[in-house]
């Protein structure tokens, strides 16, 4: 098992992560996510979890492949 | 061109299948608005279940005013002015919390007040010994809104002193949210989940146009909801759709699905789509929530109630509610380009914890700011906000399944592609902004 990453490992990562977005590379910030990864955006500070409190996003696979292969549609 | 003290020039600003672009642009009929409009009919404030305790506030602005909805010693919700009687100062500046003590007191010169507005103390009163304060207004405590209705847990005032009463503004709209409250086996909801708050740099009609605006779903949500679909349509027949995709998936629904759904109109500016069937016909079914409902309701009524799947109700000018999901928007217009929409959820209570995350998942997916369906209304609203500033056509088509019977009566059921909910609004819009010019 490997070691833990460092931090930082980890800042950078945050910001490459940043990058892609800003960059509109989304196929490679996709790729990012394991299968069971969520991308959350909690609507508000110390809220219990995204499924019995509402978020500004709280997005699994299916869905973050929705909203990137949205931006596809011509219109 | 002025408006104000031209009762004549409001009333040309409708037409029976079209409107003036100024009803969206001008300042002066933005201010007639939150004047007349939106003071002389019944405004969504919150819902009680906000305010559960004595002492509890939650503040809003209705009509541009800021008030204060709270429950007082009594146990009853009262909507005051949040203003001291003092020197006018808002007595609360928190979106919601309790009141110390039971007492509002002012931050500034600490006049404290009881719950149902009177005054208790001010400091150093001596001070005011042989003056008028006693006979002036500000030594009333604070103004009570006249006017408060709560039905079933949902709290609407009439800022006006005269005007139309409760019952005769909705009528049987309020069937709407009968079928919302009833869906709790309890008969009863609760605010849960917090609020999304979406700023919109668009007017306030716009939004409530689109509400029951069956022709753009299938256009405008075609790249998030269309994406969805085509995302599904490969995987093997039968297997089980996520919660998500079975709420995406009706947006796109053709052309005749919506036109077969129907809408219903009703005096007022009050209508909903979804007479027949709608986009929350197809939802799975939810553990014992069935159960539980004909235990509470029996077998028949149950039936009844969850067969009753309205999308969009609209409850002119301020309210929008989609009892299917238990979901509502509120409006809260703030000039005549900007607009802030609040999605609120509640739980059902007595239900099962999935509805609520069911009602979650909805809002977020649909109604957030962030949504990738939201994305697509607010960016259509802003277009038309920009698009109307080019001159040539001072007018707004409403035309579609415009009949000569309308101008005996609008009530009843329509198709539900026509755009009769957008011209009974008008016509609302029209009875409340000229009253004078009654036809």
């Known amino acids: ?75 | 061109m002025s408006y104000r003290n031209q009762p004549d020039a409001i009333r040309a600003l409708v037409r029976e299948d079209a409107v003036h672009r100024d009803v969206y642009r001008s300042q002066e009929i933005f201010d007639l608005e939150m004047e007349r409009l939106w003071r002389n009919t019944w405004i969504y404030v919150g819902h009680d279940s906000q305010v559960p305790n004595a002492g509890d506030y939650y503040s809003t602005e209705i009509a541009r005013q800021p008030v204060i909805m709270l429950r007082d010693e009594g146990g009853k919700v009262r909507v005051l002015m949040n203003r001291c009687a003092h020197k006018g100062a808002r007595l609360v500046s928190a979106a919601s919390g309790r009141c110390e003590n039971r007492l509002l007191r002012c931050p500034y010169h600490g006049w404290t007040y009881r719950l149902d507005g009177s005054i208790r103390t001010i400091p150093m009163k001596s001070g005011y010994e042989g003056t008028a304060l006693g006979e002036s207004p500000n030594s009333r405590g604070i103004v009570n809104v006249p006017h408060v209705e709560n039905y079933r847990g949902f709290v609407f005032v009439r800022l006006s002193e005269r005007g139309v009463g409760f019952r005769e503004y909705f009528g049987d709209s309020l069937t709407s949210i009968d079928n919302m409250v009833e869906r709790s086996p309890e008969g009863r909801l609760e605010v849960a989940g917090g609020v999304l708050r979406f700023m919109h740099d668009s007017n306030w009609k716009m939004f409530v146009e689109n509400l029951n605006d069956t022709m753009h779903p299938m256009v405008a949500h075609e790249s998030a909801a269309g994406t969805a679909k085509k995302l599904w349509a490969d995987k093997p027949e039968g297997t089980p759709k996520p919660m998500a995709i079975e709420q995406f998936l009706p947006f796109v629904n053709g052309y005749s699905f919506f036109d077969q759904m129907g809408v219903h109109i009703y005096e007022n500016g009050h209508s909903y789509t979804g007479v027949n069937f709608s986009i929350h016909s197809a939802y799975s079914a939810i553990g014992e929530y069935e159960t539980l409902m004909e235990k509470s309701y029996g077998a028949e009524r149950a039936r009844a109630i969850l067969g009753e799947v309205r999308h969009n109700t609209v409850y002119y000018p301020s309210l929008t509610i989609k009892g299917a999901i238990q979901a509502i928007r509120v409006a809260r217009p703030i000039a005549p380009d900007k607009t802030l929409i609040e999605s609120w959820t509640f739980r059902l209570a007595g239900a099962p914890p999935q509805l609520l995350r069911r009602t979650l998942m909805y809002t977020r997916l649909i109604n957030a700011p962030t949504s990738v369906v939201g994305h697509d209304d607010r960016h259509c609203y802003r277009a038309i906000q920009e698009g109307l500033a080019a001159e040539g056509n001072d007018w707004v088509s409403l035309h579609r399944n415009w009949t000569a019977r309308e101008r005996t009566g609008l009530a009843g059921n329509y198709n539900g592609t026509s755009e009769v909910s957008m011209r009974g609004q008008y016509r609302a819009w029209q009875q409340f902004m000229a009253p004078e010019t009654r036809p």
């Open chain 1, 1 to 75: 098992m490997s070691a833990a990453p460092d931090l930082a490992t980890l800042t950078q990562f945050v910001y490459d992560e940043a990058r892609l977005i800003d960059e509109k590379r989304f196929e490679e910030w996709y790729e990012l996510f394991t299968d069971d990864g969520y991308y959350w955006m909690p609507l508000t500070r110390g809220q219990p979890d995204g499924e019995n409190h509402t978020s500004l996003l709280y997005e699994d696979k299916l869905l973050l492949r929705v909203r990137i292969d949205r931006l596809k549609n011509p219109h």
